[in-house]
Nanobody
């Protein structure tokens, strides 16, 4: 059975930093075409934040480019998201996800391409 468990969320002031971690069990990160971070505010759609594919290629949402850094350790089955220069608009529940897209690397960071999800970790940024 696959489990993804996020940690590292919390409350910070604008300009601060947080580091999210996602520990996986029941799956090998190297097997999945992409691992990614998503976020969701209540009443809003879940949006892709950053993803790293099997070859190490990385994608970021435009709103976080230059501030967030995603990394993956296949040996440790860990996915990280370093978040710097946080803004109030970054406030959301953050989710780790593994792609189950059978067509290879997902063409975009969209929830429909990801089948395994963690329970989420809350990030709150105050102004």
């Amino acid at each position: 059975q696959v489990h993804l468990v996020e940690s590292g969320g919390g409350s910070v002031q604008a300009g601060g930093s947080l580091r999210l971690s996602c520990a996986g069990s029941g799956l090998a990160y190297a097997r999945y075409s992409m691992m990614a971070w998503f976020r969701q505010d209540p009443g809003k759609q879940r949006e892709g934040v950053a993803g790293v594919d099997r070859s190490g290629r990385i994608r970021y949402a435009g709103s976080v480019k230059g501030r967030f850094t995603i990394s993956k350790d296949n040996a440790e089955n860990t996915l990280l998201l370093q978040m710097n220069s946080l803004r109030p608009e970054d406030t959301a529940m953050y989710y780790c996800a593994a792609s189950v897209y059978t067509g290879g690397v997902p063409p975009k960071l969209a929830p429909e391409y990801f089948g395994y999800w963690g329970q989420g970790t809350q990030v709150t940024v105050s102004s």
